[in-house]
């Protein structure tokens, strides 16, 4: 495309073009980026700003696309990043995407192919946007807004900037990012090309919302080892495994898993479980809002364990653990100007500031630790990882906005 196809062109025009490309990651391809796909949308990316003249475009060898637009102000004010990720989950289809836009939607229940619906009944929020354009997909596939809808954004900003040379910003950088979906493409961050300490992801969910807090993320592995012998014989002998791990498990109260907690509260959650007489295997995520808590929790569920082992004969226990992301809020209190430009950018904007903590992690997680601080922005639609997945295109505009509003605030900073 050419220059002024560009800027000219709707964010919904960028986004459904991102979407049409199929970034599925692949979690354990052993790789990054974990799926050809990807490569195929860094390019078209990567073309996209080049053509625009934004500065620097690279895309690494791991396909992380990188670029910069200058700095057109007197001073120096802080570098700022702006980021999205390219692939999309696996488990839901994520090839052969149709995207739908629903023209000033009713507010009637929208039916979509398989079965699929969605509406008021199946998603509360959708009730901001009715009167709104909705884009879905055509129900047999997720749609592609987690994260294309943050790539719209960002490719849509920087057409403001550029189109309009009266909007003040410092240096802003761009990167679009691989295998966010759980394959850890953000190990590889460039960490030494990208050139800002300060950044935001655009991943978030609908219109105001912004996210400063993760979860602290601990991942274990337990095994029990019991005693085998035929069944026939095994009075006093046998211990069976299977067992252990199942009264293990059921340690876990009712309370205090996934599916029964919200807002701030933590929880254990057993992923996946195999296992025979001699040997039962368990993966485990426990998630909290603080360090001491998630340990705490850790410990106290390993110990009640232990001494369930401890009371059959031939039992044994093992367990590692490691901490896999913490809550990127303890980092970003050291520089709170990050959090409260972008609230002020969004309340500016005119939207209602919408802020609860993030019940997961985000490439923001990570990258606050490896010393590029990073919120998380809102994309402007809901429902990711499945078939119901929208976005709003005014809501989608709006986040650009709110792109270009948060670097004018940010060109006036030392
Ligand atoms: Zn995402």
Redesign the pocket.
């Known amino acids: 495309m050419d220059v002024k196809a560009l800027l000219e062109e709707r964010i919904e025009d960028k986004f459904i073009r991102y979407c049409l490309v199929d970034t599925t990651s692949v979690v354990g391809a052993g790789k990054t980026p974990s799926s050809e796909g990807q490569w195929k949308l860094a390019g078209i990316l990567a073309d996209e700003l080049n053509a625009l003249g934004v500065e620097g475009v690279t895309v690494t060898d791991k396909c992380f696309v990188i670029g910069r637009i200058p700095s057109n102000v007197e001073g120096s004010p802080p570098a700022i990043g702006f980021m999205a990720?390219m692939d999309t989950v696996e488990g839901v289809p994520g090839s052969d995407i149709r995207p739908i836009i629903h023209r000033k939607w009713d507010g009637s229940p929208i039916k979509l192919l398989d079965g699929v619906e969605l509406g008021l009944h199946t998603s509360p929020e959708l009730r901001y946007a009715i009167g709104m354009d909705l884009v879905t997909s055509d129900g047999r596939t997720l749609l592609g807004t987690?994260?294309k809808a943050?790539i719209a954004q960002i490719m849509h900003a920087v057409c403001l900037l550029l189109k309009d040379k009266g909007k003040k910003h410092g240096d802003v950088w761009i990167a679009f990012t691989p295998d966010?979906?759980g394959a850890g493409g953000i190990e590889h961050f460039p960490v030494d090309i990208f050139g800002a300490k300060r950044a935001y992801t655009i991943?978030g969910g609908i219109i105001g919302d912004f996210q400063d807090e993760t979860f602290t993320a601990v991942n274990g592995h337990m095994k029990v080892f019991g005693l085998s012998n035929h069944p026939g014989t095994a009075r006093g002998r046998m211990t069976n495994a299977v067992h252990l791990m199942a009264e293990i498990i059921s340690l876990i109260p009712a309370g205090e898993r996934p599916e029964t907690t919200s807002d701030r509260e933590g929880f254990i959650h057993p992923t996946d479980i195999t296992g025979d007489v001699e040997m039962a295997s368990c993966r485990f995520i426990i998630r909290d809002f603080e360090m001491d808590k998630v340990l705490r929790r850790e410990k106290s569920f390993v110990e009640a364990a232990r001494s369930v082992v401890s009371m059959h004969k031939g039992a044994r226990l093992e367990w590692h653990s490691e901490v896999s992301y913490k809550n990127m809020k303890e980092v970003l209190d050291k520089e709170p100007r990050i959090s409260e430009l972008a609230r002020k950018a969004i309340i500016e904007e005119g939207l209602k500031l919408d802020e609860r903590p993030i019940r997961g992690g985000?490439d923001g997680s990570r990258l606050s630790y490896m010393g590029i601080l990073t919120p998380n922005l809102f994309?402007g639609g809901s429902d990711?990882h499945s078939r119901n997945e929208w976005a709003c295109v005014q809501w989608m505009e709006s986040g650009s906005n709110v792109l270009v509003r948060l670097m004018g605030l940010w060109a006036e900073e030392k």
């Open positions: 990720h987690d994260d943050g966010e979906e991943d985000t994309t990711s």
